[in-house]
């Protein structure tokens, strides 16, 4: 084993080099290389890449849900459920790539899941059934991992190529017609204001449910 080398070590650097590189970078032989080590030596910590993009997507749940703990409950399940996913957005976006991680991971720190618990209790409480109560929670979180993968690969497009999304060339490759595809790309507004608007419609979609 190759000594100074820790798993904590080691997400911390792939946290890192995924942020520098992205995603597609990111790999063992890499990631040893930003180590100074084999790429062998990571093997006593680290199965493959897959175990490593668990121990990332726990490294961020973990800080999720140390943040959330210091958000006093709200009025509502829907307040409560909001503040989760603004703060699931904002740690994404602290990585580059910081959503894609997160994609087909399994969490590895059993403290991490059973913060699960008193979520699914205070919506069960509001009237979801179990069933109702976790899909709801695996629907905010899809949504905010597809908002967010949006959000940033957008960004990191439009960065060597400013013009990638101009609404006016769009305007003129769509040419006659289509009017109202084109007013709706000016209404447009990315950011914290579509993330709210369209949080705000997947909670309104599970409150409906409630009132079955």
Known sequence: ?????????IVAA???LLNDKGMDALTVRALASRLDVAAPALYWHVRNKQELLDEMSTVVMRRVTDALSGIPPGESWRDDVAAYARVLRSEYLLHRDGARIF???RISDPEVVKAKE?????????GFT?????????????FVVGFVIEEQERDQSAGPDPDRYSLAERDAWLGD???????AGHLRDDGDRRFERQLGAVLDGLAARLRR
């Open 103 to 105: 994609s087909g991971t």
């Open 14 to 16: 792939a946290l890192e």
């Open 118 to 126: 008193p979520w699914l209790a205070r919506l069960t409480a509001a």
């Open 1 to 9: 084993m190759a000594k100074g080398i820790t798993r904590e070590r």
């Open 130 to 142: 179990l069933a109702e109560a976790d899909d709801a929670l695996d629907l905010v979180t899809a």
């Open 177 to 183: 017609g289509a009017e109202l595809v084109k007013a």
